[in-house]
């Protein structure tokens, strides 16, 4: 495979562009990489978050009988597993991290320039459709010396705005017709907090989720957290309208309003389990979180709806981010060899092959397990939209309750997560929004103006 030149990932223009072009994926179907081995592996793989549904499970487990039954000589373990910035490190040092995990797209360059990723670039050019990749996509996986250590893989997802049908309809609220401005956003929460007694609107503010969302909110309003300079150093700007904008709304929604769920322990997980539970009615959060909430949540499709993240002012964006396949520092060959098969297996050939589509779906369909909850391309919206063509018998989500997200889905324009430290940005945020939620006379340009000073000096260091 020929280098690859790598670059910063700023996902924006170049990613919207490649989400609506289409690759040449070729006519022939791609075969699984590689060929059999004489020896027996065992290949440990990332399952499922803990806590999650058991016939969720039983799907997984399935789909691992079918490569075994594919790979004789592959025995597949699989391992609960949940991605967390704060505890990645020390779960690598500890051993207790499988073969095959998975890991955020803006984390990647991070942890390949910490050597925490395995050099997969050889058994990744035996894929047939290793040129087929949505290459600013593929670049967040590559290190500077042009080669592949993660492979995009699961979902690539823009950020939406998801909400409870059932809770827009005691408010009197139109489930059908869900807000598609801030200032509507804000008069739903309060309409539903009012006629319920449940807080209308919902925010992440930990574990760094809360400096995301924020981040997200701060794209939709046509703000920056960070410029990109023309020397190569980034500039810190946190301090822009956009986020202020943001938390001014957080802040009026606490204070004014009482309309928000004011817990500063919220993160992805227990964000979606409160949804789950009915004590919320809007959150922010990316378009494929569905699959999740029922997996692990047991959310049925009658309470559920999805929306697109209003978009307001120039330069307003949807921040778009994703879930890459990597293989564990410490692997062998033969394990990075059996892992490359996993991961063509698990996550590419449904994309990219009619039968394997066919036949994942049918295997999450009989265990109740959601078949085709919006998400955007790795390769093309060309092939895309024909793999959902041939698995429309089995798409069980429910399509008409997600309109509002998915008849703007790749017209919206897309912005990528920040550059550089990235976590530590987030980190730095969510500080601010839980004083926010805590203080009713915090000083949001002050907070803003001491995280932009802590932040600017981690660029500074490179």
């Known amino acids: 495979m020929s280098a690859r030149k790598t670059t910063a990932m700023t996902l924006s223009g170049v990613l919207a562009l490649g989400l609506l072009t289409a690759c040449s994926t070729g006519d022939e179907d791609p075969a699984p990489a590689g060929g059999g081995e004489d020896e027996k592996t065992t290949l440990s793989v990332v399952s499922l978050i803990p806590g999650s549904e058991q016939e969720a499970f039983d799907a997984f487990d399935e789909r691992g009988a079918q490569f075994e039954d594919l790979y004789p000589n592959i025995d597949v373990e699989p391992q609960e597993y949940e991605w967390r910035a704060t505890t990645f490190a020390a779960q690598l040092a500890g051993g207790t991290l499988p073969d095959v995990y ?20 050889a058994q990744f050019s035996g894929l047939d459709f290793a040129d087929d990749f949505n290459e600013t996509l593929l670049e967040a996986g590559m290190g500077e010396d042009g080669k592949v250590y993660a492979i995009p893989a699961k979902s690539i997802y823009g950020v939406a705005l998801h909400y409870n049908r059932e809770l827009f309809e005691q408010a009197g609220l139109d489930p059908d017709d869900p807000p598609t401005t801030w200032d509507e956003v804000r008069a739903a929460a309060k309409a539903i907090k009012d006629a319920t ?3 209308g609107y919902a925010t992440m503010a930990a574990s760094n989720t809360g400096g995301w969302q924020l981040t997200a909110a701060t794209y939709s309003r046509g703000g920056r957290v960070q410029q990109a300079n023309e020397d190569g150093s980034y500039t810190a700007t946190l301090d822009n309208d956009g986020t202020v904008g943001a938390l001014e709304f957080l802040q009026a929604l606490r204070w004014e309003d009482d309309s928000i769920l004011a817990d500063t322990t919220l993160d992805w997980s227990t964000i979606n389990q ?23 949540n047991g959310v049925t499709a009658d309470m559920y709806g999805l929306t697109a993240i209003p978009v307001e002012g120039d330069d307003a964006g949807v921040l778009v981010g994703g879930t890459l396949a990597a293989v564990n520092a410490k692997a062998d060959e033969a394990t990075k060899d059996a892992a490359m098969k996993w991961i063509d297996f698990f996550y590419l050939s ?14 999450r369909f009989d265990n109740g397990q959601t078949v085709g909850t919006p998400v955007l ?6 092939q895309y ?15 008409d309750q997600m309109a509002g997200y998915t008849e703007v889905m790749f017209d919206q324009p ?3 997560e920040p550059s550089r430290s990235t976590q530590e940005t987030y980190g730095a945020l969510d500080v601010v929004v839980q004083a926010v939620l805590t203080d009713e006379g915090a000083d949001i340009p002050a907070l803003l103006d ?11 260091e490179g």
């Open 377 to 382: 391309p790795i390769f093309s919206r060309d």
């Open 414 to 416: 897309v912005v990528g």
């Open 350 to 363: 449904k994309l990219l092959d009619e039968e394997q589509a066919v036949a994942d779906a049918e295997v």
């Open 274 to 296: 409160a949804f789950a539970a009915g004590q919320l009615g809007m959150y922010t959060t990316g378009s494929d979180v569905y699959t999740s909430l029922v997996e692990t």
């Open 450 to 460: 001491d995280a932009n000073t802590q932040v600017q000096a981690l660029l500074d």
């Open 385 to 399: 939209e024909l793999s959902l063509e041939w698995v429309a018998d089995y798409v069980n989500v429910p399509l």
């Open 197 to 199: 007694g449940v807080a």
């Open 102 to 121: 998975e890991i955020p797209l803006t984390d990647a360059k991070t942890l390949i320039e910490n050597g925490q990723l395995a050099d997969i670039d």
